[in-house]
C-alpha cells in the first residue's frame, strides 16, 4: 500500500511536471509567435513613405489590374501618373475614373496623363520616354506591369506559337525596353527608381502549366540583379515588387475553366485583392532607398496567417461550389 501510495506521488508529480512544461511550451510558442509579428512588422513598415511630395510616375501596363491599382494609391497620395497601356480608348476612360471626385478632395489628387503603348515595341517605348520628359519635370519612378499569359493552360504541346513570342515579348523583352529607355532620363536628371513585377516562376519553382509565362518571369529577378550591380555607382534603384496572388483577367484567363472546389477553396485563401495590396506596397516603393530588393506583399508569415484563419475566406472570390470536384476531360 506505502509502494501504492509512493507511485501516486510520483506519478502526480509528473503530471504536475508536464503540465508546466506544456504551459511553458504554450507560453514560449506565444512569446516567439509574438516576436516574429513584431520583427515582421518593423520590417514591413522599414521603407514606408505615405507623405505627399508630387513624385512623378510612369505605370506601364496600367489599364486593369494591379496597375489600375497601384496608379491609384500614387494619385491618392498626391503623385502625379503617367499610365500607359495598348488600348488608347480604354485609358481615357480609366482617367476620368480616376479623377472622379469619389476618389478624393480633387485638390490634393495628383494629375494624370495617358499614353498608348505596346511595350513589346521599342520604339513606342521610345515614344513613351519622350512624351513622359514632356509632362513632368522629371521622372522618379518607372513601374512596369505590363504581363500576358498563356491563352491555354496546359503544356507546350498546346501553346500557339505566336503568343508564346508574345508572352516573352511583353513580360520580359519589354521590362529591359523600359529601362533602356527609363536610364536615359534618370541618367541625366542623376536619380530615379525602376520597378519590375514579379509572378508565378520569379522563385525558379516549377509551373508545368503555365511553362512561357513563368519562363518570361524568372527572369525579373536576374534582370534586377544585374542592373542593380551595373549602375551602383549612380542614383538609381532597381527593385521588384511581389503582389502575389490576385483575381486579375490574368490569373482568371487560364485558371478559371480549369478550377476545382479545393482549387477554389486554396486561390480564396492565397489571393488578396489588388486595391489591397497596392495600398501596403505604393508607400514602401515611395520610400525605398536601396537596389536589389523583392518587396513582397505575400510573406511566408502572411501566408501562414491565412491559412490559419482559413474560415475568413471562404467564398471571398471564388463560390467554391460553383467548381466540380474534379475536372472531367
Known amino acids: 500500500q506505502k509502494m501504492e501510495t509512493k ?8 503530471v504536475e511536471l508536464a503540465s508546466n512544461n506544456k504551459i511553458i511550451s504554450i507560453g514560449a ?18 521603407y514606408k513613405d505615405s507623405s505627399q511630395k508630387s513624385l512623378n510616375v510612369v505605370i506601364v501596363g ?3 489590374g494591379f496597375g489600375l491599382a497601384l496608379a491609384k494609391q500614387f494619385i491618392l497620395l498626391g503623385d502625379n501618373v503617367l499610365i500607359s497601356s495598348r488600348n488608347e480608348y480604354n485609358l481615357r476612360n480609366i482617367r476620368d475614373d480616376l479623377l472622379d471626385p469619389k476618389q478624393g478632395n480633387l ?11 505596346d511595350v513589346s515595341n521599342f520604339n513606342e517605348v521610345q515614344e513613351l520616354g519622350e512624351y513622359a520628359k514632356t509632362v513632368f519635370d522629371e521622372v522618379d519612378m518607372w513601374i512596369n506591369t505590363a504581363a500576358i499569359s498563356e491563352a491555354v493552360y496546359g503544356g507546350l504541346d ?11 515579348n511583353i513580360n520580359f523583352l519589354g521590362c529591359i525596353y523600359c529601362a533602356r529607355v527609363a536610364l536615359d532620363i534618370m541618367l541625366e536628371q542623376n536619380h530615379g527608381k525602376i520597378f519590375y513585377c514579379s509572378g508565378a516562376g ?3 519553382n516549377a509551373n508545368p502549366h503555365s511553362i512561357l509565362y513563368s519562363a518570361s ?3 525579373i529577378h536576374q534582370l534586377t540583379a544585374s542592373l542593380t550591380k551595373a549602375y551602383d555607382h549612380t542614383n538609381i534603384l532597381f527593385n521588384v515588387i511581389g503582389p502575389g496572388m490576385m483575381p486579375t483577367q490574368l490569373l482568371l484567363n487560364t485558371q478559371d475553366q480549369y478550377l476545382t472546389k479545393s482549387v477554389a477553396r486554396t486561390f480564396n485563401i492565397l489571393c488578396e485583392d489588388c486595391d489591397i495590396v497596392a495600398e501596403w506596397m505604393v508607400p ?7 537596389g536589389g530588393l523583392h518587396l513582397n506583399y505575400m510573406t511566408k508569415t502572411r501566408i501562414f496567417c491565412k491559412f490559419v484563419t482559413f474560415w475568413r475566406h471562404k467564398n471571398r472570390f471564388f463560390v467554391q461550389d460553383d467548381y466540380p470536384d474534379v475536372i472531367v476531360d
Open 7 to 14: 507511485q501516486e506521488t510520483v506519478l502526480n508529480q509528473l
Open 29 to 46: 510558442t506565444l512569446m516567439a509567435l509574438y516576436s516574429i509579428r513584431s520583427l515582421y512588422r518593423k520590417w514591413s513598415g522599414k
Open 62 to 64: 496600367a489599364s486593369a
Open 107 to 117: 485638390d490634393t489628387l495628383g494629375d494624370v496623363h495617358i499614353k498608348a503603348c
Open 158 to 168: 498546346m501553346q500557339d506559337m505566336n503568343n508564346a513570342r508574345d508572352i516573352i
Open 202 to 204: 520569379s522563385d525558379g
Open 217 to 219: 518571369k524568372s527572369g
Open 284 to 290: 514602401r516603393m515611395r520610400g525605398v532607398n536601396v
